[in-house]
T-cell receptor, first 113, second 113 residues
Framework: GESVGLHLPTLSVQEGDNSIINCAYS??????FIWYKQESGKGPQFIID?????DKRQGQRVTVLLNKTVKHLSLQIAATQPGDSAVYFC????????????FGAGTTVTVRA | DSGVTQTPKHLITATGQRVTLRCSPR?????VYWYQQSLDQGLQFLIQ???????AKGNILERFSAQQFPDLHSELNLSSLELGDSALYFC????????????FGNGTRLTVT
């Protein structure tokens, strides 16, 4: 079955630095990946997505990179701000299962002032 | 604000009891998803409905059931509650297409004592 995992459960970043959050997935049949951010007391919030026919996608201060060869996904946050402190989840949808979004365990990002 | 409304925000009940969690999706969204989030299990997909019909099922216990009504709101019923059912229950909605982002509510925190 598919599994989505994150490399590190926690990440501490200095305000203004760039953050990189990593995620490994095991299902090579997955063709759609999403990053969510969950702040304390709130539900997950969509950040950015990427399809398997792309290697990179940029949003506002965020970039997602997909390496299908090693089944690795990363989220880069530029100029990290205190408001970026949250738990970040990667999620995937395998081609074989259209609607079951599988989430990883999450990385807690703490921004130091 | 995601546009997804969940009630109640908090629920405390005893083992063996039954509760109903309610979700109103974003305006225009036809699909509703239920997720359970506990500290040791992360975000677990329970079930999805699309326009009133069940579309996908995850790790939902037989003691749990859900439905989506004609006005598209959804209810998750949890019965014969056990201590281990204590968790955050999230509802999410989407347009229902495979790559439609999920928009999550802020969850219902269930505590079973």
């Amino acid at each position: 079955g598919e599994s989505v995992g994150l490399h590190l459960p926690t990440l501490s970043v200095q305000e203004g630095d760039n953050s990189i959050i990593n995620c490994a997935y095991s299902n090579s049949a997955s063709d759609y990946f999403i990053w969510y951010k969950q702040e304390s007391g709130k539900g997950p919030q969509f950040i950015i997505d990427i399809r398997s026919n792309m290697d990179k996608r940029q949003g506002q201060r965020v970039t997602v990179l997909l390496n299908k060869t090693v089944k690795h996904l990363s989220l880069q946050i530029a100029a990290t701000q205190p408001g970026d402190s949250a738990v970040y989840f990667c999620a995937e949808i395998p081609r074989s299962n259209d609607y079951k979004l599988s989430f990883g365990a999450g990385t807690t990002v703490t921004v130091r002032a | 604000d995601s546009g997804v409304t969940q009630t109640p925000k908090h629920l405390i009940t005893a083992t063996g009891q039954r509760v109903t969690l309610r979700c109103s999706p974003r305006s225009g969204d036809l699909s509703v998803y239920w997720y359970q989030q506990s500290l040791d299990q992360g975000l677990q997909f329970l079930i999805q409905y699309y326009n009133g019909e069940e579309r996908a099922k995850g790790n939902i216990l037989e003691r749990f059931s859900a439905q989506q009504f004609p006005d598209l709101h959804s209810e998750l019923n949890l019965s014969s509650l056990e201590l281990g059912d204590s968790a955050l229950y999230f509802c999410a909605s989407s347009a229902g297409q495979r790559s439609s982002p999920l928009h999550f509510g802020n969850g219902t925190r269930l505590t079973v004592t």
